[in-house]
Structure formats: structure tokens, C-alpha cells
């Protein structure tokens, strides 16, 4: 079975200064990885994916993400925090198209001016 | 393309009334997912279709909760009767093919559901 764990459930940052929201995972299979990101009062958009091709995978709005096999870790990173990033971030595996995905809990994202 | 819609966007009831949401998934997707997100317990998957037929129902909460998809552009989740309990947002998810593990999920703006 596979298992996703977000280490925080909450990382405030300064504007401008970098972001780490950290997430472990755990399958017996080569999973597919994913960020999600939930703004307040919104349903979810995806970030970004993995899927077995490159290891370091950017998305949308400078985040980018570096899967380490060694580590069983996907953390999400950006270079410079923009106040309209604090939301909460979702930490997601699959392993196959005929099982659900599985979510972590969550980490929220506060952004300080 | 419109995204995954969902409806309504809000729904308060009182406590014994049966409510329905409704979801149009994107159009050529396969899968439909259901889920209730609380800040007690997170996101929870309730069931999910392939193909229009239920596949995994394991996360329904109980018999009150009955979900159904008629067809491929159409899903009802309904609860019948409603508790407080229930009070929640609702999100309906569609994803493009039913065998390769990479397809994501794409997600629609959710209902939020009050039980007075």
C-alpha cells in the first residue's frame, strides 16, 4: 500500500525568502507524485507531477519539486515567496490508474509581508 | 473547456432533509472521484466511478450517503437525511483514463454544504 507524509502541517515564510514543504512517500511499486494547491475557499489545482521521467520537475508559478528515490522524498520548493502563495499545499501518490490517488494531510502555507 | 462544474456552490438545510449535489465532469474523462473535506479529519475520498460504474464506495460514511452516475457527463451524490454532522465541502474530481497511474485529477470548485 502506499502512503504519503507531509512533515509539517503548517511553514510560515517571509516574502521574498525561499519555501520547503516537505513530503515523504511510501509504495512498493514506482509511484506518480504531485503537488496540489488549494487557496482559500477554492478547489484544487494542480502544481506540478512526476512520472518516472525527470527527476527534478517544475510547475506553475516557480514552484518546482525533486524526486530522491534514496530519500522516498518529493519536497516542494520555490527560490522567492510571493504573498499570493499562502494557501494549502497537498502532497499526493499513485501508483496505478485503477487505485485512487492518496493525499497527505496538507501543509499550510503562510506567507508574511 | 469548462473544467470539472459543480452544483450548487452552497446549500444550508436543516438537519433531516435530504440534499443532492450534482457534478459534470470534463468531457472524454473516465473517472469520477468524490470527496469531503472537513478540517477535522482533511480531504477523504467517498467513492469513485470508472467508466460510470462505482468501483470503490468504502469511504461512504454510512447508508444516509448514495451516490450515482447515469451516465459519463452526469454524477449525483446524495444524502438522505441530512445530519450536522455533514457539514462539510464537497469536491468532485474527474480524471482523463482509468489505467495509466499519471493521469491527475482535476478538480471542481467544490459545494459547500451547512446542516443546521
Known amino acids: 500500500a502506499q502512503s504519503v507524509t507531509q512533515l509539517d502541517s503548517h511553514v510560515s515564510v517571509s516574502e521574498g525568502t525561499p519555501v520547503l514543504l516537505r513530503c515523504n512517500y511510501s509504495s512498493s511499486y514506482s509511484p506518480s507524485l504531485f503537488w496540489y494547491v488549494q487557496h482559500p475557499n477554492k478547489g484544487l489545482q494542480l502544481l506540478l507531477k512526476?512520472?518516472?521521467?525527470?527527476?527534478l520537475v517544475k510547475g506553475i508559478n516557480g514552484f518546482e519539486a525533486e524526486f530522491k528515490k534514496s530519500e522516498t522524498s518529493f519536497h516542494l520548493t520555490k527560490p522567492s515567496a510571493h504573498m499570493s502563495d499562502a494557501a494549502e499545499y497537498f502532497c499526493v501518490v499513485s501508483v496505478s490508474g485503477n487505485t485512487p490517488l492518496v493525499f497527505g494531510k496538507g501543509t499550510r502555507l503562510s506567507v508574511i509581508a | 473547456d469548462a473544467g470539472v462544474i459543480q452544483s450548487p456552490r452552497h446549500e444550508v438545510t436543516e438537519m433531516g432533509q435530504e440534499v443532492t449535489l450534482r457534478c459534470k465532469p470534463i468531457s472524454g474523462h473516465n473517472s469520477l472521484f468524490w470527496y469531503r473535506q472537513t478540517m477535522m479529519r482533511g480531504l477523504e475520498l467517498l467513492i469513485y466511478?470508472?467508466?460510470?460504474?462505482?468501483?470503490?464506495d468504502s469511504g461512504m460514511p454510512e447508508d444516509r450517503f448514495s451516490a450515482k452516475m447515469p451516465n459519463a457527463s452526469f454524477s449525483t451524490l446524495k444524502i438522505q437525511p441530512s445530519e450536522p454532522r455533514d457539514s462539510a465541502v464537497y469536491f468532485c474530481?474527474?480524471?482523463?483514463?482509468?489505467?495509466?497511474?499519471?493521469?491527475?485529477?482535476?478538480f471542481g470548485p467544490g459545494t459547500r454544504l451547512t446542516v443546521l
Open positions: 466511478f470508472n467508466n460510470n460504474v462505482p468501483i470503490d
Open positions: 474530481a474527474s480524471s482523463p483514463t482509468v489505467l495509466r497511474s499519471y493521469n491527475e485529477q482535476f
Open positions: 512526476y512520472t518516472s521521467a525527470a527527476t
